[in-house]
């Protein structure tokens, strides 16, 4: 695997001392994106200051792999700025993305509550700042603030349906149909048509997709000398909608 693998606990004891004044505006940039997190939005100011106590802000460089798969990590990470990519990959370095997130959204919530080694990879895709709550930290707030344990276990079950979901499509789709959905999946509507802004390399919608380059670059061709897409150099637009079949 390419990538910086870095060790949290070693990295937070290194740099984690800050003024005070650093250290009460972080915080409130944590309790800002705890807010936005499904499972803790409903809870009470006092809950989430007593959560954001127990983070660490820790920095990572693009490129960096914040988690590698087979971690005995237990940490839940929280994405404060910046953007990563989850994935799988075998021992014969191929790898799928399972998931591109960004500022707002959360990974790590499985080890929480299990002993096993991390089941995917995490990679920084650009420079990314997260705030990382220790296992033993987050159980022992949990056990103060049980209705957030409820709504976890609803946001591990649509997690679930997620990735089901993704290994039906994996299964069951051929490679324009995967692409078109992954495109879709990415875009935002801006008046009539989707864009996709940072729009990924044909390498990595390959790796979102579980094809080679090759093909991806082929389906992408059809699809611009259709009209359904026009590309520049950080955009991707869906000016029609595709076909479903190809």
């Not at 693009?62 to 990563?84: H, R």
Request: aromatic share 6%.
């Amino acid at each position: 695997m390419l990538g910086v693998n870095y060790k949290p606990d070693r990295y937070q004891k290194r740099h984690s001392t800050k003024p005070s004044g650093y250290s009460l505006i972080m915080q409130a940039e944590v309790i800002a994106s705890l807010n936005h997190i499904p499972f803790l939005a409903d809870l009470p100011e006092e809950a989430l200051e007593a959560l954001a106590s127990r983070a660490k802000v820790i920095k990572f460089p693009k490129k960096a792999m914040i988690i590698a798969e087979g971690d005995q990590t237990s940490s839940l990470y929280i994405i404060l700025s910046g953007k990563v990519r989850v994935f799988g990959s075998n021992d014969k370095d191929k790898e799928v993305t399972l998931l591109i997130q960004e500022a707002g959204s959360y990974f790590g919530e499985l080890a929480l509550l299990s002993d096993e080694p991390r089941s995917a990879a995490v990679e920084a895709q650009e420079k990314t700042v997260c705030a990382v709550i220790a296992k033993t930290d987050f159980i022992h707030w949990l056990k103060l603030h049980p209705d957030a344990a409820i709504a976890l276990l609803k946001v591990l079950a649509e997690k679930v349906r997620f990735l089901t979901e993704k290994v039906k499509q994996m299964a069951l789709s051929n490679v324009y149909e995967r692409t078109i959905k992954v495109l879709q999946d990415m875009a935002e509507k801006e008046g009539d048509v989707y864009v996709i802004h940072n729009r990924p390399t044909q390498q990595e919608l390959a790796t979102m997709v579980g094809s080679s380059r090759e093909m991806i670059n082929k389906v992408m061709k059809e699809l611009t000398k259709g009209g359904y897409i026009s590309v520049d150099e950080k955009t991707l637009r869906i000016e029609t909608t595709p076909p479903a079949a190809w």
